[in-house]
C-alpha cells in the first residue's frame, strides 16, 4: 500500500500488479474485489489489471511477417486475441511490490518475465511497473495523483523482434452508487477508429459524431453506449516506441455532481479505450456486490487497436533486441 494521506491511500496486488484500490476522500472510485483471490476466480472484466503482452485486440490471433515468419496467439475474443491472450499479464504473478523512490516520489516496482512462447508470442521480454503517488495542491484543491509508469525490455535472444503493448484496464466510478449514471464527462478528441462487429477496426481514423464527445456529456442509464479507440495522435509514423520523452496530455475528464469527485487522466500515448461497461457481470461474491453493465468506465491509454497486425502501424509497438517499449499515464482525482 502507498498512503498519501489518512484520507486517501492505494492498495496495489502482486496478480497482475492490480490497483485494488484508489481512494480519494475515503470513497475507492475503481471497481475490485476486497479478497485478492478474487481476482483470479471473478475478474472476466480485468478489474484494475494490467494488460500485456498486447492491449486490446489483435485480428484473428495472428502475426504474419514478423521474424520472417507466422505466429498462431492464443484467443480468447472469438476468433480474435484479447488482451494478451487467455492467460494474459493479468492473470500471472509479478514480482514485487518493491518500495521504491522514483523522480521524488515513493511508491512501487513491480516486474514480470514473460518468456518465449508465452500466449504465442515469439522473445522473451521483462515488463516493467511503477506506481507512484503523491498529493498536490492546485488552486486551493488537494488532488491525489496516481502515475503509473511502464515498461518493456526485449532480454531474450530467441528472435529478432517481437510485438508487445501494456496499459490498466481499472475501472472507475465516481458516483458512490451502484452504476456510472449522473457521471459528466468530457474526452480531448473526437478522432477515433471505426470498428466491425467483432471491435477490428477497419483501418481509417474518423469523427466519432453519436455523442459530442469533446463537449461535457451526462452518462445516462444505458446511453451513451461507447465501447472505442479514440486517437490523438492520429500520423502512426511519428509514434515513437517509447513515448515517456514525450509531454503528458490530457485523455479525458469526469465528474459527478452528486459525490463532487473529479477525476482527470493524462498520458503519452497516442490513442486510448472509453469503455461505458456494458458487458459487466460479476455475481456477488464474499463481501462484495454484485456488479452490473456499467457498473465503472474504463480509460485505457495504449497504442492503435490492432497495430501489431496492420503494416502501416506496427512500428509503433515493434520491439527488437536492445530496445524499450515505454509509456507513462497520471490520473488527478480529488473532491470539492
Not at 165 to 190: C, D, P, R, V
Request: charged share 25%; net charge negative; aromatic share 10%.
Amino acid at each position: 500500500m502507498v498512503s498519501t494521506a489518512e484520507e486517501s491511500a492505494f492498495t496495489f496486488l502482486a496478480q497482475g500488479a492490480i490497483i485494488q484500490e484508489f481512494k480519494v476522500a475515503g470513497h475507492n472510485i475503481v471497481q475490485g474485489f476486497s479478497d485478492p483471490e478474487s481476482y483470479r476466480t471473478h475478474n472476466s472484466p480485468f478489474f484494475g489489471a494490467t494488460i500485456g503482452r498486447t492491449t486490446n485486440r489483435i485480428k484473428n490471433g495472428r502475426l504474419d511477417n514478423l521474424n520472417g515468419k507466422s505466429y498462431t496467439l492464443a484467443t480468447n475474443n472469438g476468433n480474435h486475441s484479447l488482451h494478451g491472450g487467455a492467460k494474459g499479464w493479468d492473470k500471472q504473478t509479478f514480482t514485487g511490490p518493491k518500495p521504491i523512490n522514483r523522480d521524488g516520489k515513493e511508491g512501487v516496482l513491480f516486474t514480470y518475465l514473460s518468456k518465449d512462447g508465452d500466449e504465442g508470442y515469439p522473445g522473451t521480454v521483462e515488463a516493467r511497473v511503477w506506481y507512484t503517488a503523491w498529493k498536490e495542491d492546485d488552486a486551493g484543491l488537494s488532488k491525489t495523483i496516481l502515475t503509473a509508469e511502464y515498461e518493456i525490455e526485449f532480454v531474450g535472444d530467441e528472435c529478432d523482434e517481437t510485438v508487445v503493448g501494456i496499459t490498466n484496464h481499472s475501472y472507475f466510478n465516481l458516483s458512490g452508487a451502484s452504476t456510472i449514471e449522473g457521471m459528466e464527462a468530457q474526452l480531448a478528441t473526437s478522432h477515433y477508429l471505426p470498428i466491425d462487429d467483432a471491435g477490428i477496426p477497419h483501418g481509417t481514423i474518423e469523427t466519432y459524431t453519436s455523442t459530442d464527445v469533446e463537449k461535457p456529456f451526462v452518462l445516462g442509464a444505458r446511453e451513451p453506449d461507447l465501447d472505442d479507440c479514440f486517437v490523438l495522435d492520429t500520423d502512426p509514423s511519428s509514434i515513437p516506441l517509447d513515448t515517456r520523452s514525450r509531454p503528458l496530455k490530457k485523455l479525458a475528464t469526469f465528474q459527478h455532481p452528486i459525490t463532487g469527485i473529479h477525476l482527470e487522466v493524462h498520458s503519452t500515448e497516442p490513442a486510448f479505450q472509453f469503455y461505458t461497461g456494458r458487458f459487466i457481470n460479476v455475481p456477488a461474491v464474499g463481501k462484495d456486490p454484485a456488479r452490473e453493465p456499467r457498473s465503472g468506465f474504463c480509460v485505457e491509454p495504449s497504442r492503435y487497436v490492432n497495430a501489431p497486425g496492420v503494416p502501416e502501424w506496427r512500428n509503433m509497438c515493434l520491439l527488437r533486441k536492445g530496445e524499450k517499449f515505454g509509456q507513462k499515464t497520471v490520473y488527478k482525482a480529488w473532491k470539492e
